[in-house]
Nanobody, 126 residues
Framework: VQLQASGGGLVQAGDSLRLSCAAS????????MAWFRQAPGKEREFVAS????????TYANSVKGRFTISREKGKNTVFLQMNSLKPEDTAVYYC????????????????????WGQGTLVTVSS
């Protein structure tokens, strides 16, 4: 399984970006996908998650109300719409996938995910 993340870039504070993550190599009847991020010198942290079932998204408090995770129905593709970006959102963003539906309480644990994308850099200037 390969995850291909894209959409990162350099933007100014207040701008928007949309990240994409496409999974290939295997079809999943059910899955959980998530976005994590890692800023320089910091640990990788949970950002948002959703599942193939829809309607069960979860977010880190730091991005709630600004970021939206969504999926393309019928395809193993997930998006992260990021609005009102702040300099503290600067990080490498990684998508992650696990077959099956994780309970929402477990989704913040990066150990729960089997597959990871290569990361896409988001830089927000002030």
């Amino acid at each position: 399984v390969q995850l291909q993340a894209s959409g990162g870039g350099l933007v100014q504070a207040g701008d928007s970006l949309r990240l994409s993550c496409a999974a290939s190599g295997r079809s999943f009847s059910a899955y959980t996908m998530a976005w994590f991020r890692q800023a320089p010198g910091k640990e990788r942290e949970f950002v948002a998650s959703g599942s193939s079932f829809g309607g069960d998204t979860t977010y880190a408090n730091s991005v709630k109300g600004r970021f939206t995770i969504s999926r393309e129905k019928g395809k193993n593709t997930v998006f992260l719409q990021m609005n009102s970006l702040k300099p503290e959102d600067t990080a490498v963003y990684y998508c992650a996938l696990r077959a099956g539906r994780l309970i929402t309480g477990a989704r913040r644990d990066l150990q729960q995910y089997d597959y990871w994308g290569q990361g896409t850099l988001v830089t927000v200037s002030s």
